[in-house]
Structure formats: structure tokens, C-alpha cells
């Protein structure tokens, strides 16, 4: 705190990492400024474009990221994607620190043969679809090809999708869902999906609530898990997990005339998929090895092969295996280095990636740190996201209080988003920033044409109409 010289920042994402991080920094240092970086036209990244059209009460995190962005020293510059509309490396001369809280833009491959074919679709595509992600305004999923769907995966967001699929159309038109999933939904014939995991029920990743939603939607009955997959005697379990367990158990009230269903089936390890003999481009199922646990009580069991296998005959395949991020071009000219394997940027365990005093001789350019889930990988809420994040600004704070004692030369002085743009001028970079206030033109046009149709909200589905309205 205090009147001493203040960091100018770069953040890019807008997602919660780069909002919560900033947040903190804007507390901690008075005078900090902060310019976000965004490719999207608009803001918030898996929070608009993850999170399910029926979760709303977890976008209202939303209106904390809207009071942050008011603050007199918060630019908000979007839909200029780093890396590709504005190289990495021209940042660095204009500011003090910069923050990779830019979230993961990938999704983990199951490494099937055909995986690539029609009728199969990762959930980072199929969920960036529902919610409006202008990458998949095309995606034009085909859920009318039979009356069964596979999820491959049980984490929160293989849920997200099995619900989406099952959930009443008119329960849907309520939420920010977007029109056109609304009306492949409405002609939808999936009617039973399984959700499939390698391990057992102790060692799914999906959390109670998901689990409590589905087995609660109107008509849709859920097939009981076997009681040899649950540990004995549940009594001596976490109490989370306790619960978790009594709940699967508990499966799900008898809904006599439901007309659809879900299954969780566990022990099975996608191991090919099954194409029509007539039209090799038609799926009709995917094989399963099954899979024996080591320690069926251990949450972290690892699993075994076994030789037997298991035929679930599909129409349609969604993978839900995780998403990953990816490098940005001109990372490593900064000195970040990118571990492919993991989908991470290399830290030292608080989001410190290049230290000032590795960046060049006089000390002078910017420090370098990640936040969020290019940080610490694709997992995990917006909470835990949040806590991330306030470790990456303690950090940035803790150098920053360092560096500001021994004060020299241009430090807490950059000029951030002005330089920037000025140097991206004068090479001729064809930028089109879109700053707040069109941002939340945008948003009040959304929720307009949302507000005709009963719905929080309408999304532009296509960079260009959002840029329309925004009257850039
Ligand atoms: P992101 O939210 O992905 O934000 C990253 C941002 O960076 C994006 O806006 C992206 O457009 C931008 N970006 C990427 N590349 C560039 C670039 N080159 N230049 C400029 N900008 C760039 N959590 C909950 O608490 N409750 C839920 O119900 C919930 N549901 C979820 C459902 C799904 C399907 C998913 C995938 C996640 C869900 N989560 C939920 C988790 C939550 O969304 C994450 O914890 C959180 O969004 C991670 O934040 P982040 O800022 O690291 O990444």
C-alpha cells in the first residue's frame, strides 16, 4: 500500500484467474494498473462459455468481475488475441509484469482410431456450442442419428453434458442457452446416455451436486449401480465422500413412466470404436476393455487390464477426458517455457515464471506469471481458481515490494496499453480492441433479445455480430 510507485500489468484472459487476479493486485498495491487482454469480443471466459445454462447462480461471480473492471485503473482490451493479432514479445517493453491466466483452449484426445469422425465430439466443443462459443456456432452436432449417446469420462463436465442432453427443452428456454442448441435439442432422439468411466464409483471425479441434479430430472429414471463396486462399509469413509456414496447407492426416485435414462458405468476403458459394415462413417458403437481396480476403497486406485471386453452400442460419442491448454506463439522468446506434456506453463509453485532478474541485465523488463488453469492445469472450480489466482498476485506483490526498494531506471513507469497500441500502429497491426463500454453494450443487447424470449440472455453466437453491435 501506500503512495510509492505502482506495477503497470498485462493480464491475459479474462476469465476468473485474470479477474481474481487482478482483483488482489488492485488491493494491494494502490495505483496498480491493469490492462486485460482478451481474444473474444467479450469477457469471462468458461464462466460465459463452460459453465451450464441451468448453474446460474454461478455466473453471478459475473457482477464481482463487472466491479473490478469499473475501477478507474482497469483497461479492457478485447478481441485481440495474443500471439496471433498482437505479438507476444511487444508487450514486454511496456510493462512490468505480465500474467498468462489465458485458461485452456484444447481438449485431451482419448487416442482412438476414427476419433476424428462425425458423430463424435469432445465436450469442450459440444459445451462451447450450447453456450454460445463463436469456434463452435458450427458445430452442428447430430443428435438425431440414434436414441443412445456414450459419454467417455466422469468428471462435472460429462455431467454438464449428459444433462444437457436429457433435461426437458422447456426447462432449458429458461436459461441463456442458445437458440439454435435449443432447437437441435427440441429434435434431439437421444434418449439414453451412459456415462463411462475406468474406475470405480470411490474414484469418479464428478462432485454430489452434479450427481444429485441428474438423478432429480423429471423424467429420466437412473439404471442402479451394482452393489459389489462400493466399499463394504461406508461408514468409515470422509464424510464428502460418504455422502457421494450413499447418493449412488440411493440412485435415484422411482420415475415409473419416464421416458429417458442414464447409466454411470464404471470399470471400462475405451478401447475402439465400432463403424456400420455398409457406411464406415456411421458409428454404431464403442469397445470397452474392462478394467480391474488395484485397491477398490482407495480414491487414487490405480486400475488393471483385464482381457475381456465390452461392446455399448452408440450412435453418438462424447469424450469428456479434460481439456488442456496450449503455448502461445512468441512464449518462448520471453523466456516461458511450456510443458506440452502436462498442458501447463512452467512455475516455481506460486505462478513466478521468469523473475525479473533473469530477464535481462539491467533488471528492467517485465516479470512473467501464470494463474488459473494454465498455471496449475484444467481442473478444478472457480473457487479453487480463485485461490490460485491470489497466489500468482501474492507473488507479483511480494517481487514488486522487492523491486520497488531499490528503485531505478523505468520501473513503475511503463506505459501499458498506450505503447503497446502505438507500437502495434506503426507496424501497421490491423487491431480492433474492443474496450468496456462496448463490451457492455454488447451485454445489454444480449440481455434485450434475451428478455423477449424469457431468457437471462441471447448470445451472439458469431465475433462478427458481437463487433456489430458493439459499434466497432
Ligand atoms: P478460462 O475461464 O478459460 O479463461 C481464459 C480466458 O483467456 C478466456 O476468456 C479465453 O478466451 C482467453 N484467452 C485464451 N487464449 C488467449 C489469447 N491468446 N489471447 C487473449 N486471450 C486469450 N466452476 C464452477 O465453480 N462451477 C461450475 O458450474 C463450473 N462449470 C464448468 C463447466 C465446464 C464445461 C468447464 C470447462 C468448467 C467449469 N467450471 C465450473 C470451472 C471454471 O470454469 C474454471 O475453474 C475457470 O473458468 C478457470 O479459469 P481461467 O481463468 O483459468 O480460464
Redesign the pocket.
Known amino acids: 500500500n501506500g503512495n510509492g510507485p505502482a506495477p503497470t500489468v498485462a493480464i491475459?484472459?479474462?476469465?476468473?484467474?485474470?479477474f481474481y487476479t487482478a482483483q488482489k493486485l488492485l488491493r494491494e498495491i494502490r495505483g496498480t494498473r491493469i490492462d486485460m487482454?482478451?481474444?473474444?469480443p467479450v469477457?469471462?471466459?468458461?464462466?460465459r462459455f463452460?459453465?451450464?445454462p441451468d448453474?446460474p447462480e454461478?455466473k453471478n461471480v459475473q457482477e464481482t468481475f463487472q466491479a473490478i473492471a469499473e475501477s478507474p485503473n482497469f483497461t479492457f482490451i478485447g478481441n485481440?488475441?495474443?500471439?496471433?493479432d498482437l505479438p507476444l514479445p511487444l508487450l514486454a517493453g511496456h510493462y512490468d509484469a505480465i500474467v498468462f491466466?489465458?485458461?485452456?483452449?484444447k481438449d485431451r484426445k482419448i487416442g482412438l482410431e476414427g476419433e476424428d469422425k462425425p458423430h463424435i465430439y469432445s465436450?469442450?466443443a459440444f459445451?462451447g456450442w450450447y453456450n454460445g462459443l463463436p469456434e463452435y456456432r458450427d458445430l452442428g452436432p447430430n443428435l438425431t442419428a440414434g436414441d443412445t449417446a456414450v459419454v467417455v469420462g466422469q468428471g462435472?463436465?460429462a455431467l454438464?453434458v449428459a444433462r444437457t442432453l436429457l433435461s426437458s427443452v422447456d426447462a432449458l428456454r429458461q436459461t441463456d442457452i442458445t437458440e439454435y442448441a435449443l432447437d437441435a435439442l427440441s429434435a434431439s432422439k437421444i434418449k439414453h446416455v451412459h456415462v463411462v468411466g475406468r474406475r470405480g464409483p470411490m474414484q469418479a471425479a464428478f462432485t454430489i451436486k452434479e450427481v444429485r441434479e441428474l438423478l432429480h430430472l423429471e423424467d429420466v429414471s437412473f439404471r442402479s449401480i451394482p452393489d459389489e463396486l462400493f466399499p463394504p462399509d461406508l461408514s468409515k469413509l470422509p464424510r464428502p465422500k460418504r455422502r457421494l456414496m450413499e447418493l449412488l447407492k440411493k440412485g435415484s426416485p422411482l420415475k415409473e413412466n419416464a421416458t429417458k435414462s442414464w447409466t454411470l458405468d464404471f470399470l471400462l476403458a475405451p478401447k475402439s470404436l465400432k463403424w456400420s459394415d455398409s457406411n464406415p462413417e456411421k458409428l454404431e458403437g464403442v469397445v470397452f476393455s474392462k478394467t480391474k481396480l488395484e485397491n477398490p476403497a482407495d480414491p487414487e486406485s490405480k486400475i488393471g487390464t483385464t482381457n475381456e471386453t465390452q461392446l455399448i452400442p452408440t450412435s453418438t460419442l462424447f469424450r469428456s477426458i479434460g481439456?488442456k491448454a496450449a503455448a502461445?506463439p512468441g512464449m518462448a522468446e520471453l523466456g516461458v517455457e511450456f510443458d506440452e506434456w502436462k498442458g501447463t506453463i512452467r512455475h516455481d509453485g506460486f505462478g513466478r515464471v521468469v523473475p525479473p532478474e533473469n530477464n535481462d541485465a539491467s533488471g528492467h523488463g517485465a516479470s512473467i506469471y501464470c494463474?488459473?488453469?494454465?498455471k496449475r492445469g484444467p481442473t478444478?472450480?472457480?473457487?479453487?481458481?480463485m485461490t490460485d489466482a491470489f497466489q500468482t498476485a501474492e507473488a507479483i506483490v511480494e517481487d514488486w515490494k522487492k523491486r520497488a526498494q531499490h528503485f531505478v531506471g523505468s520501473a513503475g513507469s511503463q506505459d501499458g496499453w498506450n505503447g503497446v497500441h502505438a507500437e502495434a500502429v506503426s507496424y501497421s497491426l490491423p487491431l480492433r480492441p474492443i474496450h468496456w463500454d462496448s463490451w457492455e453494450k454488447i451485454d445489454q443487447v444480449e440481455k434485450k433479445i434475451g428478455k423477449q424470449k424469457g431468457k437471462p440472455r441471447e448470445k451472439f453466437g458469431s465475433v462478427k455480430e458481437m463487433l456489430a453491435v458493439s459499434g466497432k
Open positions: 491475459i484472459g479474462s476469465g476468473p484467474a485474470g487482454y482478451e481474444q473474444l469477457p469471462f471466459g468458461l464462466v463452460g459453465v451450464a448453474h454461478v485481440v488475441n495474443l500471439g496471433h491466466a489465458y485458461g485452456a483452449s465436450a469442450r459445451v462435472n463436465v454438464d481439456y502461445i494463474s488459473g488453469w494454465v478444478g472450480v472457480i473457487a479453487s481458481t
